[in-house]
C-alpha cells in the first residue's frame, strides 16, 4: 500500500481509467495530480474518494490545474490557501494528522520566492509537499541545475526541510530520448524517517512517472472494511443443519446466558456455512476490461521495458505503436461494454433495476465521508476521538441538563403520579406472543445491517 502518489496526468478525463487502475493497486490514502486541465463545469467523481482541485481554466482553453483526491476511509477535510500558485491541500489523519499539499510550477511561468515561502507558512505542520516543479538540480538527480532549482533549493533550505527525492529519473522528454526529475517529493524533518519513497515504472499514459510514498513497514496502519455475509452464495441447507438448539441452552438460569449461548450458535453455523466479504478497500470496477485490453497492455509494457533498456528510434517506435494499438484496443471494449450494459435494460426490467443502472451509468451514489472536527482550538481527528466528541455532543443534548425550567417543572409533576399497569382488558398487547406474529414480524424486515450480535434478519 503507498500512503500517497504523485503524478502530472497530463489531462484528468483522458487519463481517469489510469487513475482508477493506479486505485486498485495501491490502494493509497490521497493522489495528487498535476496538469488536470479541467474546467469548472467538469466532475472529477471517483467512487470512494473526495475531490479538492484548483482549475486553470478560460472559456478558450484550459493549462494547468491541480486536484487532491483523499480517500473516504480516512477523516479529512480541505485546507484552505491563500495564493496565486497552482496549488491545494487537505489534511488528512493516517496514524497522525498530517498536510499534504499539492503543487503545480508550470515551466515558462515566473515564481516569485515571496510566493513559495507564503505558501510553505500555510500549511500545517508536519505536512508533504508533492508536485511538478519543473526545475533541474543536481541535487535530486539531473546533471545541470537551472534558476527554478536554485529557488526550490533555497526553499528547501530556509524552511529546514527534508527532500525525499533519490536520483530516480521522473519525467521522459521524448523529443530528445531523455529521462530527467522534474517531479519532487519534500516534507517536515519529522516525516523524513517514517517516509519511503519511490518512482512508478510505468508512465502510464503521460510522459511523467508516478512518485509513490509509502510509511515505513513496521509502522502502517491500513483502515479495514468490517466484513459482511454474502447470502447470495450461502448453503442454507447446511446452516440449517449446523444450527440446531436443543432445550439444555435455553434452560440456564440467567436469560443473558441463554441469549449468549443460542447467539454463538447461530454465528458458528454462519460463519461454517455463509461466506464473507473481504475487509480490503472496495475496488473500482471496469466491466469493459478484457483479455484483449489485457494482452494490448503487456505488449505495451514489454515494449516500453525493451526502451528503457534499449534507447533507440526503432524501439521508441514500436513503444508508440503498441501504446496507440492498447489505447484503440481499450476504447473499443469500453463502448462495446457500455451498449451491452444499456441492451440489458429491456419492457421487462423492474422499476428497482431500471434506476439503479440509470444511477450507475449517470455515477450517482452516496458516499460517506468522515470529516476532522475542531471544537476552539483543539482538534479531532482519528476515528476513535471523533466518535467520543459525538458521543459526548448527544449525550449532552439529550440530558436534563439542556431542558428548560418549565419542562421540568411538568416532567416532575407528571413523574410524581402513579402508573397501574394492571388490567381487565384483553388487549393484544397484554396476550402471549404467538408464533405467526413472529413469522409476519421477520416478512416485513429489511436486509438491513444487523445489530452488535452480527446476526442479520435473513440469517433468522
Known amino acids: 500500500m503507498s500512503f500517497c502518489i504523485s503524478w502530472n496526468c497530463r489531462g484528468y478525463r483522458s487519463r481517469i481509467d489510469d487513475i482508477k487502475s493506479m486505485i486498485n493497486k495501491y490502494q493509497p490514502v490521497c493522489i495528487g495530480l498535476q496538469e488536470t486541465f479541467l474546467k469548472s463545469t467538469v466532475s472529477t467523481k471517483v467512487r470512494g474518494y473526495n475531490c479538492t482541485r484548483k482549475d486553470v481554466a478560460t472559456e478558450i482553453s484550459s493549462s494547468g490545474g491541480v486536484c487532491i483526491l483523499t480517500s473516504n476511509l480516512y477523516p479529512s477535510n480541505t485546507l484552505s490557501l491563500h495564493t496565486s500558485l497552482h496549488a491545494v491541500a487537505v489534511q488528512v489523519h493516517f496514524k497522525s494528522l498530517l498536510t499534504v499539499c499539492n503543487i503545480y510550477l508550470p515551466p515558462h511561468d515566473t515564481v516569485s520566492q515571496s510566493d513559495l515561502n507564503q505558501l510553505m507558512n500555510q500549511l500545517p505542520e508536519p505536512f508533504i509537499l508533492i508536485g511538478d516543479f519543473n526545475g533541474h538540480s543536481t541535487l535530486w538527480g539531473n546533471n545541470d541545475t537551472n534558476s527554478r532549482g536554485r529557488q526550490i533549493e533555497q ?33 517536515s524533518p519529522s516525516l523524513y524517517p517514517l517516509l519511503s519513497f519511490d518512482v512508478g515504472s510505468d508512465l502510464c499514459g503521460s510522459d511523467h512517472f508516478p512518485l509513490l510514498l509509502s510509511y515505513a513497514e513496521n509502522s502502517v496502519c491500513v483502515t479495514e472494511r468490517p466484513r459482511s455475509y454474502i447470502f447470495q452464495r450461502a448453503d442454507w441447507s447446511k446452516f440449517s443443519e449446523l444450527a440446531e438448539f436443543t432445550d439444555t441452552m435455553v434452560q440456564t438460569a440467567s436469560i ?11 454465528l458458528r453455523a454462519a460463519d461454517a456455512s455463509i461466506p464473507k466479504s473481504s475487509s480490503r478497500p472496495r475496488r473500482l470496477r471496469r466491466p469493459w476490461w478484457n483479455d484483449a485490453c489485457r494482452d494490448a497492455y503487456k505488449r505495451q509494457k514489454k515494449l516500453w521495458d525493451r526502451f528503457r533498456r534499449y534507447p533507440t528510434t526503432a524501439n521508441l517506435i514500436a513503444f508508440k505503436g503498441a501504446k496507440a494499438f492498447a489505447r484503440r484496443v481499450r476504447r473499443q471494449s469500453q463502448r462495446e461494454s457500455f451498449i451491452r450494459y444499456v441492451s440489458s435494460i429491456t419492457s421487462f426490467t423492474s422499476s428497482k433495476e431500471l434506476w439503479r443502472k440509470v444511477k450507475a451509468v449517470n455515477g450517482l451514489y452516496q458516499d460517506f465521508t468522515l470529516p ?38 411538568i416532567r416532575d409533576r407528571a413523574e410524581k403520579t402513579p402508573i397501574f399497569f394492571y388490567s381487565e382488558q384483553h388487549c393484544s398487547y397484554n396476550c402471549d406472543f404467538k408464533m405467526f406474529e413472529w413469522k409476519k414480524a421477520l416478512s416485513q424486515c429489511r436486509n438491513t445491517s444487523p445489530g452488535p450480535d452480527g446476526i442479520a434478519c435473513l440469517i433468522i
Do not use: M, W
Not at 256 to 266: G, L, R
Not at 377 to 400: D, M, N, Q, R, Y
Open 372 to 409: 476532522i472536527l475542531r471544537i476552539g482550538t483543539t482538534v479531532f481527528s482519528s476515528p476513535e476521538h471523533i466518535a467520543h466528541v459525538l458521543g459526548h455532543s448527544f449525550a449532552k443534548v439529550s440530558s436534563s441538563d439542556s431542558y428548560s425550567s418549565a419542562f421540568k417543572v
Open 256 to 266: 443473558n446466558d441463554a441469549v449468549q449461548i443460542v447467539t454463538e450458535s447461530i
Open 155 to 187: 526553499l528547501i533550505s530556509d524552511h529546514c526541510l527534508c527532500l525525499l527525492n533519490k536520483d530516480q529519473t521522473t519525467y521522459f522528454h521524448e523529443p530528445s530520448r531523455t529521462f530527467h526529475s522534474l517531479d519532487l517529493a519534500i516534507c
